[in-house]
């Protein structure tokens, strides 16, 4: 599905066994685990970022440490991860035309999105989301 796209100097070709998981990231494995996420980070009042990336994929492999990393950091934030591969017909659905690619969504509404490995971009994104705060709590 699609292509590897990369961005930034600091890729490394020779890195292999990755682990696209850890911290505070998600992996989403069916449909159903992604419509159960994204509804408690809707009751959570948190905003989400979707990963959908593939393990064969060197820029995916070369963002795959830093996003848990901000995963770790960020814990307001919900951080997810799709296989691209292994969640086919649901990546078809989101228009993935290369990976990784990054979905940043609120109350299940994307409201923006980066494509490619481009880690200062990824930062820049999150750390917005984060100076923007968490919204005023419902009142009873």
Known sequence: ???????GKDEDDSIHNVDFTGGNVHLITTKESWDEKIAE???DGKIVIANFSATWC???KVVAPFFVE???KHPSIMFLLVDVDELADFSSSWD??????FFFLKNGQQIGKLVGANK????KKVTSIVD????????P
């Not at 993935?96 to 690619?101: D, E, F, G, L, R």
């Not at 200062?120 to 930062?123: I, N, S, T």
């Not at 923007?132 to 009142?139: D, I, L, T």
């Open 70 to 72: 901000l995963s770790e």
């Open 132 to 139: 923007s705060g968490p919204e005023s709590p419902q009142r």
């Open 120 to 123: 200062p971009e990824l930062q």
């Open 1 to 7: 599905m699609g292509s590897c796209v990369s961005k």
């Open 41 to 43: 980070a809707g009751r």
């Open 58 to 60: 060197g820029p995916c």
């Open 96 to 101: 993935i035309k290369a990976t990784p690619t």
